[in-house]
Each structure stands twice: as structure tokens, then as C-alpha cells.
């Protein structure tokens, strides 16, 4: 507490950004190693991505260096949006005492995520469509082939119209709620624990990193799943009112993924999820903690 929700907003979307830089080579690489061998069952298809460190070298190959950091400006806007959004219910939640309650960490953190995801969720399924193009070789699922990100808004909205941007969201956003919910109970949690422990001086960014990865772990197992559905709705071939063409929605999806691709299908780039997600539930959190710590010393100093 002691943050006005409104600067809460601006923290957390600055947050957000300041992680994504940094962990977005990351997201490439998930995104392929879930879209590979899509509904197809294990060992009957080529797999140009195996396991996080070839698949980096897999796709510094084939685009690059940059290719690393393809869907950046897409995953800039997704940050800002829903982790803008994401702290500020949360913030709102804290003030009005329902973190208090039994319980109330997890709910304010489901909903806070739910509501991000929904927000952000066009900048979402762009930064999706990116970063899976690359050359034929190496492709795996649907190619979107936009030549920019306003190209791809451009494109996307003249054939679907505003929902058509919104396509994807029904995975979007239990994933975020999952994925939120996890995050923002055990980061307090674990970080009250070690705070009680003693290990640290008070008030250390060390006790922070230390709650962000114990954090990261629940969030990884709880996710992933979602993850992968999420990934999946997002880039799938569309007909041209908009349905999509191999899932009918999340459920559908769910069930599909299970039986053709086994229930570890589900599960497709944990490794990356993890390792994106450790260090950005460290970094978007230790920077909203010290952003936090920074506006409240110059609020007191006012006084």
C-alpha cells in the first residue's frame, strides 16, 4: 500500500516493459517450441527446435540476431497494457482491504490478471503472429506473414473488424488469471517468509528475487498449460468470418492438444517457460517493489 492506484498503473506498466526487453528472445523461442509438431502426435514430425539453447541457435540461424527480438514493440504494448491494468486492480484491491481476507491475495490477483489479459489481449495476438514467422524451413504452425506490427493491426482489423482483434481472448485470459493468481500470492507469501527468516537486511532486493523465484516455479507449473492453448487459438488460420479453422475454442483446444499430441503436448516449452518467467516475475516485480519504494520516499520527503 501507500501508492495511489493511479501511480500504480504507470509503475507496473513501466514494470512490465523494463522485464519484457529483457526476457523477450525468451518468448520467441517458447512460441515455436509450442506451435512445433501442432497436432501431431510425438516423433512424427521434423523438430527444428529442441529444447531452449538450440532452439536460441535455431533461431539466430535463420533470422538473425534481431530474429531474437521479434515482437518486441507487440510485446512492449501487451506489457504496459495488461501489467499496467494487473497492478492497478491490484493496487485497487489493496486499498480497499480484500487482500486482507482469507484467500483475497489469490482472488484480487485471478481477477487483476483476467481483466490485463482481456485489455491487452490484441497486442497479444500480434506479438504471437511475429514472432512464429520466420523462413519456410524452420516454420512451424501458420504463418501470418504481416510485414510490420501496424500492418498486421491494419490487416487483422479490415478482415474481422474489432473482434476479430480480440480473437484468442477466451485462452488469454484464464492463463493470466492462472498465471496471476500464482504469482502475486506466492511473491507475497515468499517474500513474507523470508523477510521472517532474517537472511537479508530489511527492506533488500535480495529478499524480493528470492520471493520472485520461488514465485516462478508455481507460475510455471499452473501456466504452462494455458500457455500452449493460449498460443495455439492465437495463431491459428482463421476462415474468413473469423471462426477458427483447427480449434473451435479453449475447451476444444484442451482436448484436442490431450488427444493427438498426448497430455505432455500441454506442456510444450516449459523450459522456456520457466526460464522466461523466473526472470520476468523477478524483474517486472523487484521493479514495481523499488518503483513503489522510490514514490513512496519522495512522498514522505515532501512531507
Known amino acids: 500500500g501507500g501508492v495511489p492506484p493511479a501511480v500504480d498503473l504507470v509503475l507496473g506498466a513501466a514494470a512490465g516493459c523494463l522485464a519484457c526487453v529483457l526476457t523477450n528472445p525468451l518468448e520467441v523461442v517458447k512460441t515455436r517450441l509450442q506451435l512445433q509438431g501442432e497436432l501431431q502426435p510425438p516423433g512424427t514430425y521434423p523438430r ?38 494487473r497492478f492497478y486492480c491490484y493496487s485497487r484491491a489493496e486499498d480497499a482491504g480484500w487482500t486482507g481476507y482469507p484467500g483475497g491475495t489469490v482472488a484480487a490477483g485471478a481477477v487483476a490478471g483476467a ?16 514472432q512464429a514467422q520466420t523462413l519456410a524451413a524452420v516454420a512451424v504452425g501458420h504463418q501470418h506473414n504481416h510485414e510490420s506490427i501496424s500492418a498486421a493491426f491494419e490487416s487483422i482489423y479490415k478482415q474481422h473488424g474489432v473482434a476479430g482483434l480480440w480473437r484468442g481472448v477466451t485462452g488469454a485470459v484464464p492463463r493470466v488469471a492462472v498465471g496471476s493468481a500464482a504469482q502475486l500470492a506466492t511473491f ?5 517468509w523470508v523477510c521472517e527468516r532474517q537472511w537479508f537486511g530489511e527492506g533488500s532486493w535480495a529478499t524480493v ?17 494455458f500457455d500452449v492453448v493460449s498460443t495455439r487459438l492465437y495463431n491459428q488460420p482463421v476462415d474468413a468470418d473469423g471462426t ?17 499430441e498426448g497430455l505432455l503436448g500441454l506442456y510444450k516449452g516449459i523450459g522456456a517457460v520457466y526460464l522466461r518467467l523466473g526472470p520476468h516475475t523477478v524483474l517486472s516485480l523487484f521493479f514495481w517493489d523499488e518503483l513503489r519504494k522510490m514514490v513512496q520516499h519522495q512522498h514522505r520527503g515532501r512531507r
Not at 538450440?54 to 533470422?63: E, N
Not at 477458427?244 to 484436442?256: E, M, N, P, S, T
Request: with cysteine.
Open 209 to 225: 528475487l528470492a520471493g520472485g523465484m520461488v514465485s516462478g516455479v508455481a507460475v510455471a507449473v499452473a501456466m504452462t498449460p
Open 188 to 192: 507475497t507469501s515468499a517474500k513474507d
Open 244 to 260: 477458427g479453422k483447427l480449434y473451435r475454442g479453449f475447451l476444444d483446444c484442451i482436448l484436442q492438444i490431450s488427444s493427438k
Open 115 to 130: 481483466v490485463g489479459a482481456f485489455v491487452g489481449s490484441p497486442a497479444y495476438l500480434v506479438k504471437t503472429h511475429l
Open 48 to 85: 527444428p527446435y529442441r529444447g531452449v539453447l538450440r532452439a536460441v541457435g535455431a533461431v539466430c540461424r535463420a533470422d538473425g540476431l534481431r530474429g531474437l527480438q521479434k515482437g518486441l514493440a507487440a510485446g512492449l504494448l501487451y506489457q504496459g497494457l495488461m501489467n499496467g491494468v
